[in-house]
């Protein structure tokens, strides 16, 4: 199945899917747009081999989103605009809103591929003070600028947000021009393991398992 939002770059701001519904399962399924895709707007959402395709902040919310084994490919933005991948929006400390990339791949898709080091790429940018992200064991390719993520609007959430990166391959996991903001956390397998949606999840996961798709509540080989 597949849901689209044709309004293009110019079209700026244009959902092609919103969900708010708890315990919600999506699988392999497409969403193609550019600003603002696929927005993760509440509860619990799982998402398995999805491809998700868009340019600014395309993966977006303030749901617990798990995105497992899902294709995430950045197209070509408006002349000057940068492109970034998810915008998370907890507010609240006591929140437990998160979008997290389990083995996904990021990639570029062919009429951004020639501009892809002009109109830079990053991983995410706080929408709100709290914003949580954690990207683990998945495939970065050459598109995500050496920074990794983008501030919003000037030190919004820098300090307050929690951006981790975890066991990702590719040209674009380097971590060496990463920025170093008090927010960007440095986590270990036992503490990334709580973002495993077999845990984020801390009410149980049979509603995932009596759908019968592919899952896996544990980590994931990238």
Request: net charge positive; hydrophobic share 35%; proline share 4%.
């Given at each position: 199945m597949g849901f689209e939002n044709t309004a293009g770059a110019e079209g700026h701001q244009a959902v092609a899917f919103r969900s708010r519904s708890d315990n919600s399962v999506v699988y392999n399924c497409a969403f193609d747009g550019y600003q603002d895709t696929l927005y993760a707007q509440a509860y619990r959402q799982f998402y398995r081999d999805?491809?998700?395709?868009?340019?600014?902040?395309?993966?977006?919310?303030?749901?617990?989103?798990?995105?497992?084994?899902?294709?995430?490919?950045?197209?070509?933005p408006l002349p000057?605009?940068?492109?970034?991948?998810?915008?998370?929006?907890?507010?609240?400390p006591r929140g437990d809103s998160a979008i997290v990339l389990q083995s996904c791949h990021i990639s570029a898709d062919p009429a951004y591929f020639p501009v892809r080091h002009t109109n830079k790429a990053y991983l995410g940018?706080?929408?709100?003070?709290?914003?949580?992200t954690i990207v683990m064991n998945s495939v970065l390719d050459d598109l995500?600028?050496?920074?990794?993520?983008?501030?919003?609007?000037?030190?919004?959430?820098l300090n307050t947000l929690f951006y981790a990166e975890f066991e990702n391959t590719g040209p674009g996991a380097a971590?060496?021009?990463?920025?170093a903001w008090k927010g960007i956390k440095k986590l270990d397998a036992t503490q990334v393991e709580k973002f495993t949606p077999g845990k984020l999840y801390v009410e149980g996961d049979a509603w995932i398992r009596v759908t019968n798709v592919p899952y896996v509540p544990g980590f994931m080989k990238s």
């Open positions: 999805c491809s998700i395709t868009g340019t600014i902040d395309f993966v977006f919310g303030t749901a617990r989103t798990v995105l497992q084994n899902c294709k995430l490919i950045v197209r070509k000057n605009q940068a492109c970034i991948v998810t915008a998370e929006g907890k507010k609240d940018r706080p929408w709100k003070e709290y914003s949580t995500i600028a050496p920074e990794g993520w983008l501030p919003w609007q000037g030190d919004l959430g971590q060496g021009g990463r920025v």
